[in-house]
Nanobody, 124 residues
Framework: QVQLVESGGGLVQAGGSLRLSCAAS????????MGWYRQAPGKERESVAR???????WLVDSVKGRFTSSRDYAKNTVYLQMNSLKPEDTAVYLC??????????????????WGLGTQVTVSS
């Protein structure tokens, strides 16, 4: 179908920055929406950011003013720039994408894909 691979996670001190990336590959026709989710141990998965093919963006309130998302359409890649990181941001960050792909060369169908996640750890 469509595969997503996240990268850019790591260990950073509070107040620092990281930039996550998520690259999609496969028989892609178009990607309508790409988004970021995060999940910490014992907590429910939370939607963090999303960006559409038209450039509309959304951020969860807790990261507004600190995080921004962007896309490189030529590379089918979405980024999450995370500034002023807080220990509460510590989680596995997962990429999600929705769009259409080519099951066969003569038609397209919807897809929804998830990456395996990248760990972000913010120390205090």
């Amino acid at each position: 179908q469509v595969q997503l691979v996240e990268s850019g996670g790591g260990l950073v001190q509070a107040g620092g920055s990281l930039r996550l990336s998520c690259a999609a590959s496969g028989r892609i026709s178009s990607i309508n929406v790409m988004g970021w989710y995060r999940q910490a141990p014992g907590k429910e998965r939370e939607s963090v950011a999303r960006i559409t093919s038209g450039g509309d963006t959304w951020l969860v309130d807790s990261v507004k003013g600190r995080f921004t998302s962007s896309r490189d359409y030529a590379k089918n890649t979405v980024y999450l720039q995370m500034n002023s990181l807080k220990p509460e941001d510590t989680a596995v960050y997962l990429c999600n994408a929705e769009g259409r792909y080519y099951p066969e060369s003569w038609y397209t169908d919807d897809f929804t894909s998830w990456g395996l996640g990248t760990q972000v750890t913010v120390s205090s």
